[in-house]
């Protein structure tokens, strides 16, 4: 398979820099060891982010996927919370893992839940989201939710969001006492997919401990108009057993930040407007 190893290049400089120059030369050796190594029949190269490089296979245990990036610290990372959540079956098994790579399960289908024609209900979701945060141990996490939150709020704050009603918001919730958890961290619905007999699946997590309602926001906000994020909110709460009021807090807090990456100008308006408390 021929790789477009500019391409590569160009998507992963921003993130590493010269070092991705340096990775992307070796990357063509890299995949050749693993197959080798793996038995694999390597497969398209799958759309990612600016962090990795991604592949279908197939190996000795049926279909799965192939992960590599030059942050071997962030692989290692993402399979040992993988580990930690996968009694819950709802994220991919690791098949094999080397340094700065790994085999992951395939999904199937493994439609984004982003791209499904009729989303999860509130009672499907909250089913997903306490069978995720019935395992792993919190003590486990790589960062707590008060750190995660502060990157999340630098990165908003470059892209010109006002942060100041969501830091207010923000010291209020974490003043009060609340279940810990594990939590996945970066529940977009791009990191949700359905996979079928399995339910919903998550990937890419990027662990932290904290509050469970959390890794609820996502879901709720990417309603497309105030009544359904309201109807989200209420249903997945009810559903989910956790605290309506606080949910309600954290997508406050975080509606601003989601309302710099929406494209949408009509969602982004409605996300700054949740963000403001206006309904």
Same mark, same amino acid.
């Given at each position: 398979?021929?790789?477009?190893?500019?391409?590569?290049?160009?998507?992963?400089?921003?993130?590493?820099?010269?070092?991705?120059?340096?990775?992307?030369?070796?990357?063509?050796?890299?995949?050749?060891?693993?197959?080798?190594?793996?038995?694999?029949?390597?497969?398209?190269?799958?759309?990612?982010?600016?962090?990795?490089?991604?592949?279908?296979?197939?190996?000795?245990?049926?279909?799965?996927?192939?992960?590599?990036?030059?942050?071997?610290?962030?692989?290692?990372?993402?399979?040992?919370?993988?580990?930690?959540?996968?009694?819950?079956?709802?994220?991919?098994?690791?098949?094999?893992?080397?340094?700065?790579?790994?085999?992951?399960?395939?999904?199937?289908?493994?439609?984004?839940?982003?791209?499904?024609?009729?989303?999860?209900?509130?009672?499907?979701?909250?089913?997903?989201?306490?069978?995720?945060?019935?395992?792993?141990?919190?003590?486990?996490?790589? %960062? %707590?939710?008060?750190?995660?939150?502060?990157?999340?709020?630098?990165?908003?704050?470059?892209?010109?969001?006002?942060?100041?009603?969501?830091?207010?918001?923000?010291?209020?919730?974490?003043?009060?006492?609340?279940?810990?958890?594990?939590?996945?961290?970066?529940?977009?619905?791009?990191?949700?997919?359905?996979?079928?007999?399995?339910?919903?699946?998550?990937?890419?997590?990027?662990?932290?401990?904290?509050?469970?309602?959390?890794?609820?926001?996502?879901?709720?906000?990417?309603?497309?108009?105030?009544?359904?994020?309201?109807?989200?909110?209420?249903?997945?709460?009810?559903?989910?057993?956790?605290?309506?009021?606080?949910?309600?807090?954290?997508?406050?807090?975080?509606?601003?930040?989601?309302?710099?990456?929406?494209?949408?100008?009509?969602?982004?308006?409605?996300?700054?407007?949740?963000?403001?408390?206006?309904?």
């Amino acid at each position: 398979m021929a790789l477009d190893l500019e391409a590569i290049t160009n998507r992963l400089e921003p993130r590493f820099g010269k070092a991705a120059h340096r990775w992307v030369g070796t990357l063509t050796q890299r995949l050749d060891a693993l197959v080798e190594q793996w038995g694999l029949d390597l497969g398209d190269q799958l759309k990612s982010g600016n962090s990795s490089v991604v592949f279908r296979c197939r190996g000795p245990q049926g279909d799965a996927v192939l992960k590599l990036s030059p942050d071997s610290y962030a692989v290692r990372e993402e399979v040992d919370m993988l580990r930690q959540f996968a009694a819950s079956g709802r994220v991919p098994a690791v098949l094999a893992m080397a340094k700065g790579a790994v085999l992951l399960e395939s999904i199937h289908p493994g439609t984004l839940v982003e791209k499904m024609p009729q989303p999860p209900s509130p009672a499907e979701y909250a089913a997903f989201l306490n069978d995720l945060h019935g395992v792993g141990d919190p003590a486990a996490a790589p %960062r %707590r939710l008060e750190d995660w939150i502060d990157v999340l709020f630098n990165s908003a704050v470059r892209r010109g969001a006002d942060l100041a009603g969501s830091k207010r918001l923000r010291d209020d919730l974490f003043a009060a006492p609340t279940d810990t958890v594990l939590l996945h961290g970066d529940l977009h619905l791009g990191n949700v997919l359905s996979g079928g007999v399995k339910g919903l699946v998550a990937i890419d997590p990027m662990a932290c401990a904290g509050d469970p309602c959390f890794d609820a926001v996502d879901y709720v906000l990417e309603g497309l108009d105030r009544a359904e994020m309201l109807r989200r909110r209420d249903e997945l709460a009810a559903a989910a057993g956790i605290d309506v009021e606080r949910l309600d807090m954290w997508c406050r807090v975080t509606a601003p930040i989601g309302a710099t990456y929406v494209s949408n100008p009509g969602h982004s308006a409605e996300l700054a407007a949740f963000g403001r408390g206006e309904y």
